[in-house]
């Protein structure tokens, strides 16, 4: 689901007491279409053919159920006008397609029934007055995107959007208390991160009447889980899936949640190309229940992969459990116990090095920790002793030949064609990674002040050499 479409529902405490607020909900066909503008502090309309792509998907996928929730609308009475304080991006691209939709069907009785309607609509898209070259160009590419899914858009979809979709409309009189409003909901998480969005969509993918104690467990250990540990997961896997595949990603953000998106098991359509999932989640599903668990108390987890596809709802909380877990597993220092010089690298990075501290360094650690994770989950803890040593030394040569270190510098060291990340990748054995051979640091290139610690596992490595 687009991350800009999915938000909780309001937070009546937080509401100003100056204005009297009487939050509505109204079906697309109930807004007032021809009332709303578009104000001068708005940004630029930036939606994209992914998010277009993404919101008739979602409608489409929720057709058959008895609502769909858009969002909230935040609104300021300025006259005889409702000023978009928050929805812009919605409503706009909603009134593109609602066009589209009228102009497609203008001959059946839907569109006769709705004429007011589509007057309505009309009117506003005609108020709109965009000065913004790259808003034009959106408007431009967006229309072109929405007739390219004219299959998709059929009668039965133009019923629901107008009569099931909805959202949570608000209208206040005070443009200071319509901010304060969005303000007070986006701090209250009320306009919600990645995860949460991802949280929504997976529970939605859910059957209610077929929950596990399993799956009770998996979301009360997400419930537990503190903000930040939540963006570090998202922010590791993230980083591994698109880093060994040679693309950026400095951030995770809410236009990145289709990364933790797969295949749904509502979905009729079966693809060749992820069926080895739904045979493992079936075959998984059915071992576990077996009445012969009841006498060997076997459990066997499913083969999760950063590679792999992600089967939807209760299979994506588990597969957050297992990483948060293995996260875990490899921070604890017994997980290298036996391991002498894995250990001294992982007890470096615990303990921290002269100037581990700056922020430059952070990422480095944070690139490490992100390789590691992306090589354990594709050969478990198999050549620890000898891989942990040469991934610290690939990332640490990204922090020795630099006086500071960027996140843009991380972020194009570990999705270059030459990544660590990429050959993981590619590998059948943990042999494909030992045989890479890394390069030698000349003295004389190393900028790195208060990283003596670090240049003295590179001299036993003899990976530094003198001019």
């Not at 000023?83 to 812009?88: A, K, L, N, P, R």
């Not at 009447?209 to 399993?214: A, K």
């Not at 503190?226 to 950026?248: C, N, P, V």
Request: with cysteine; net charge neutral.
């Amino acid at each position: 689901m687009d991350n800009n479409i999915v938000k909780t529902d309001i937070d009546f405490e937080t509401q100003p007491e100056k204005d009297e607020l009487i939050p509505e909900i109204k079906s697309i066909s109930e807004l007032p279409w021809s009332s709303f503008d578009i104000p001068t502090y708005q940004r630029p309309y930036k939606w994209a053919a992914k998010n277009v792509n993404q919101l008739i998907s979602d409608i489409n996928f929720f057709k058959d159920s008895s609502a769909y929730r858009l969002g909230t609308l935040v609104l300021h009475k300025h006259n005889s006008k409702l000023d978009i304080v928050d929805g812009q991006q919605r409503i706009i691209t909603l009134a593109l397609l609602l066009s589209f939709l009228f102009e497609k069907f203008k001959d059946t009785q839907l569109v006769t029934s709705h004429t007011a309607l589509r007057d309505s609509i009309k009117s506003f898209c005609d108020n709109i007055k965009f000065t913004n070259r790259y808003s034009l160009h959106n408007v431009v590419e967006n229309m072109n995107t929405i007739a390219t899914r004219t299959e998709d858009l059929t009668e039965v979809f133009f019923d629901f959007l107008l009569r099931k979709c909805e959202f949570v409309t608000v209208s206040l009189n005070k443009i200071s208390e319509a901010f304060q409003f969005f303000d007070s909901q986006n701090a209250r998480g009320k306009d919600l991160e990645g995860h949460d969005l991802l949280k929504a969509f997976h529970l939605r993918e859910m059957d209610p009447n077929r929950m596990t104690e399993q799956d009770n467990d998996n979301i009360n250990q997400w419930q537990n889980e503190e903000t930040k540990e939540l963006r570090d997961i998202f922010l590791t896997l993230f980083r591994a899936k698109y880093w060994s595949l040679g693309k950026s990603a400095r951030y995770f953000t809410k236009n990145d949640t289709h990364v933790f998106k797969g295949v749904s098991l509502k979905e009729k359509n079966r693809y060749p190309f992820y069926q080895m999932e739904i045979i493992a989640h079936i075959y998984i599903e059915y071992y576990l229940k077996s009445p012969d668990r009841i006498v060997d108390g076997s459990k066997m987890e499913y083969p999760y992969n950063l590679d792999d596809q992600i089967v939807n709802g209760s299979r994506f909380f588990d597969m957050i459990r297992h990483y948060s877990s293995l996260i875990k597993q490899m921070e604890d220092p017994n997980t290298y116990r036996g391991c002498p010089k894995a250990e001294k690298v992982i007890d470096l990075i615990r303990n921290g090095y002269d100037g581990s501290y700056r922020t430059g360094d952070s990422y480095v650690q944070s690139m490490f920790k992100t390789v590691l994770l992306y090589y354990v989950d594709r050969f478990g803890f198999a050549e620890l002793n000898k891989v942990v040593p040469k991934l610290f030394l690939w990332a640490f040569t990204c922090r020795l030949r630099n006086t500071a270190v960027q996140l843009a510098s991380i972020d194009g060291y570990a999705s270059q064609n030459s990544s660590i990340l990429r050959v993981i990748h590619n590998a059948h054995t943990p042999d494909d990674i030992l045989n890479v051979v890394l390069d030698t640091i000349n003295e004389s290139e190393i900028r790195c002040s208060k990283c003596g610690e670090v240049i003295n596992i590179f001299k036993e490595y003899k990976k530094v050499v003198k001019q």
